[in-house]
């Protein structure tokens, strides 16, 4: 009995797993990349935010994560690829789901 519970458990998490839409999922993965989510810096539409302010002398410099809701998708990749991002994390993603971030970005505008 044990057993048949635990199949029907199992099957019921795979079977609703299995039925979050493409919406869903890009969304979840925009907030949970494996690392830092996407939205904590560029926002929950990826229009990008101000990150923190610092005095340099006699002006005030701002940190800034860029709207990323513009770029081609050479750049957008280039860009996660890259290990030249000052500030931003290193991410270890898959070509799905770079595209997958893409999309969400850009039903999002
Ligand atoms: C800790 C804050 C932070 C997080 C988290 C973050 N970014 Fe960034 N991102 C930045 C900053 C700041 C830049 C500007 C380059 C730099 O200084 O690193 C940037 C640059 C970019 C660029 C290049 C923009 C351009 O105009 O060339 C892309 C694309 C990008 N981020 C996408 C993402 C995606 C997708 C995620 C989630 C997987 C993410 N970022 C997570 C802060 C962040």
Redesign the pocket.
């Known amino acids: 009995m044990k057993i048949l519970t635990l199949f029907f458990l199992i099957f019921s998490l795979y079977g609703s797993d299995s039925f979050i839409t493409k919406e869903e999922y890009a969304k979840m993965l925009?907030q949970s990349?494996r690392?830092?989510?996407?939205h904590?810096?560029?926002g929950l539409k990826?229009k990008g935010m101000v990150?923190g302010r610092y005095k340099e002398g006699n002006s005030t410099k701002v940190?800034?994560?860029?709207?990323?809701t513009k770029?081609s998708y050479q750049?957008?990749k280039?860009?996660?690829t890259s290990s030249k991002?000052?500030?931003?994390?290193h991410?270890f993603?898959t070509d799905k789901e770079?595209k997958t971030?893409y999309y969400y970005?850009k039903r999002h505008r």
Do not use: S, T, W
Request: aromatic fraction near 10%; hydrophobic fraction near 45%; glycine fraction near 10%.
């Open positions: 925009y990349p690392g830092v989510g996407c904590k810096c560029h990826g990150l940190i800034e994560a860029p709207d990323i770029l750049k957008f280039k860009a996660l991002n000052r500030l931003m994390p991410y993603l770079m971030l970005l």
